[in-house]
């Protein structure tokens, strides 16, 4: 890789510390997660015969790492990938201007490639010995509720560790070539001015195609869950989570569409209650939907699947009381087995929410030196972003129980023959709560960071 390479890379991670963080961050789980499930995989893989036959209670190291894995390795990749997308959107106009002074197509792939690859490398060494301390971890507790042979032990081989690795650079590369062709196709000057407009044309097009595809299949999975006979609940609850995240992924598809919408609907008393600041904060998630739709995806992430993790819980645990009928969603180490996967999902998910909301407030700040040099206060941008938190937490929230209602709803059709489940307020007020803690203090203290310092510096760019 040639130094002028390298250098435009190392530079591109300079500048926007926190999106690369963030993105840091989401391979870091995404190592961990793969690193965790391969290795009790591999454990009960490698282990001798009469300790991989003693008798357990429940179903198994291997069916449990299986279900486990299958959900949180695909909400890593999806937080993996909404990071990652993000991170190279920042970079669309910076990219298309090395177009204009001469840089080709090759050497803008390589930039990107070598950002994201070194990103990973970066987040390699910390993920994998995590998840080779959470796999132990994991099964030292099912060893101590019988669920796993007291002589298991997880293995030394590199395999999940080198699987791990080998995920993340392959999710890496595919979304940077995605983010390259939008840049490296058209001509510098067309790329340049796509760059200012938010992305190209087709792509918009193309994305709701595609978001409408996704929800589709998601409305498919969920109409299996529903569909299932009284004894194969635990199928119909791994169909609803299942369903639940493909729905999340059209939402993120489909997200510039539905912050419009959303943004249109409560903007109005928005305006009405906070007159000034109100209207500012309406108009600025109007004008910036994509903006407002990566902030608002991550919350739904968080309150979709937490949500529907809660729900379906206290629907089969409902059901389970009423028949006197014990499944395996109700059995005490199953709920266990539950309550440690909906901690799993909560961790992907706030991580998820914080990265890209911290990322996103850190990047505007040209946008709030402008407005101070037009006369704004900072007692006034901070009254716009209290308002812009709340609207984005009010939208992702309704967005992701959404979500949950139509997962949870497909469930206990299932359980109950009703759609309408048991919903746990306590755990969905304090769901609800949570995503505010997160959403509301990490756009209003990034804000208040970013519009510090010098308005002219900012605005010239000699910050940041």
Not at 193 to 200: L, M, R, T
Not at 226 to 247: I, M, N, W
Not at 348 to 369: K, P, W, Y
Request: charged share 10%.
């Amino acid at each position: 890789m040639g130094s002028p390479v390298l250098a435009l890379s190392v530079g591109q991670i300079r500048r926007r510390p926190a999106a690369f963080a963030g993105l840091a961050a989401a391979l870091f789980l995404q190592m961990a997660a793969v690193t965790l499930f391969g290795s009790l995989v591999a454990a009960q893989a490698t282990a001798p015969s009469a300790v991989a036959r003693a008798p357990v209670a429940g179903p198994g190291v291997m069916v449990i790492a299986a279900a486990f894995g299958e959900i949180a390795v695909l909400v890593a990749l999806f937080v993996v990938v909404n990071a990652l997308g993000f991170t190279l959107r920042q970079q669309h106009r910076d990219l298309a201007l090395l177009r204009t002074v001469a840089a080709t197509p090759r050497q803008v792939r390589r930039v990107v490639r070598a950002q994201v690859a070194a990103t990973v490398l970066l987040a390699a060494v910390p993920g994998c010995a995590t998840g080779l301390l959470a796999a132990r971890a994991f099964l030292a507790a099912l060893q101590r509720r019988g669920m796993a042979a007291p002589g298991l032990r997880t293995s030394g081989t590199p395999v999940p560790m080198l699987v791990a690795l080998g995920v993340a650079l392959l999710v890496g590369l595919a979304a940077t070539a995605a983010s390259s062709w939008r840049v490296t196709r058209p001509a510098p000057a067309v790329a340049l001015a796509e760059g200012a407009a938010g992305g190209p044309r087709g792509w918009a097009a193309l994305r709701l195609l595609s978001g409408l595809a996704v929800l589709a299949g998601g409305v498919l999975l969920l109409r299996l869950a529903a569909t299932r006979r009284a004894d194969e609940l635990d199928k119909a609850g791994q169909a609803a989570l299942l369903g639940s995240l493909v729905l999340l992924v059209a939402v993120a598809l489909l997200g510039p569409l539905a912050a419009r919408g959303s943004a249109a609907v409560l903007g109005a008393p928005v305006r009405l209650l906070a007159p000034r600041a109100g209207w500012l904060a309406d108009a600025n998630l109007r004008g910036y939907a994509a903006r407002l739709s990566s902030a608002m995806v991550p919350v739904a992430l968080l309150v979709g699947l937490s949500g529907t993790m809660l729900i379906m819980t206290s629907t089969a645990d409902r059901v389970a009381r009423a028949t006197g009928a014990a499944t395996s969603v109700t059995k005490a180490s199953d709920i266990w087995l539950r309550q440690a996967e909906l901690g799993l999902l909560v961790c992907f998910a706030a991580v998820s929410t914080v990265n890209t909301l911290v990322a996103l407030t850190a990047d505007r700040r040209r946008e709030f030196a402008l407005l101070r040099l037009v006369g704004s206060t900072r007692r006034q941008l901070l009254r716009m972003l209290t308002v812009e938190a709340a609207l984005t937490t009010v939208i992702g929230v309704l967005l992701g129980a959404a979500v949950a209602a139509a997962a949870s709803g497909a469930f206990s059709r299932a359980v109950r023959g009703s759609v309408v489940p048991t919903v746990p307020g306590a755990g969905c007020a304090w769901l609800v709560l949570g995503a505010a803690l997160l959403t509301v203090p990490g756009i209003v203290g990034t804000g208040v960071w970013a519009a510090g310092g010098s308005a002219v510096e900012s605005v010239s760019g000699e910050r940041g």
